[in-house]
């Protein structure tokens, strides 16, 4: 365990390691094979992410409301994008990774640790403060987090490593492409409700590398400023 990793904060009952490790198995059976991101969810105490009224669900693998029409992501999801991240960014530990959409910020904890700095932008101020709060009560210690439109990116920190995208907007933002470091990629799923992709972009020197991963269903990422990839 990291220095910025917090620990298991282990729960009881619906919350316990053994609630949690059958979570881990569902996620295995349905085809995340990393280890490391299988030890993140194993680690990751999302019952505390969300309202106390749902911590008996936290451990299926659902999407559950998080407030102001916002749903915490599927465990798979978070699993499945977290690998193609890690499968797509050049090898070793990551460098600046940013991410789109921190919502509850349980993506933000399961990535924390394998980036050595995490940027992080929502565009709802009450779930960023939140997020902030639960964070850094945690213990993470490498995580920036800023109120703002992520189609824009974070122009002050690039390039990134990765960017991660938790909501969906009709074409790719040209800014987020354009702070990709050389051999960086950028996860997205793309398209109106109900023909969603999730999208591979990588930078290598020949141009955008674009890779569909799998269907997916996202809220809207909203404020888009947009260019086909
Ligand atoms: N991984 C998060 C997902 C939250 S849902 C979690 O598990 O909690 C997606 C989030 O993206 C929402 O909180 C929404 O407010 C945010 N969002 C939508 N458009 C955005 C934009 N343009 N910039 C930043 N955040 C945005």
Known sequence: MSATDPGDHRGIGMTSARTRERLVRRLAAG??????????IRMVPRHLFI??????????DSAL????????SQPYIVALMTQALLEGADAGRLEKVLEVGTGCGYQT???????????????????QRAARERLTSLGF?????????????????????AILVAAAPAEVPRALLEQLAPGGCLIIPVGPPGQQELLRL???????????????????LLG??????
Request: with cysteine; hydrophobic share 35%.
């Open 141 to 161: 210690g490498n995580i920036r987090f800023r109120h703002g439109d992520g189609c824009e990116g974070w122009p002050g920190q690039a390039p990134f490593s």
């Open 65 to 72: 409301p998080i407030g102001q029409g916002q749903t915490i």
């Open 202 to 220: 990588t930078r290598t020197a020949e141009g955008i590398k674009r890779e569909c991963l799998e269907r997916v269903s996202f809220v809207p």
């Open 109 to 127: 904890a399961v990535l924390a640790p394998l980036a050595r700095q995490l940027f992080t932008i929502e565009r709802i101020a009450s779930l």
């Open 224 to 229: 888009a400023r947009t260019e086909k990839p």
């Open 51 to 60: 309202d106390e009224a749902l911590a008996s669900r936290a451990y299926e």
């Open 31 to 40: 085809g995340i094979h990393d280890a490391t991101v299988l030890e993140r």
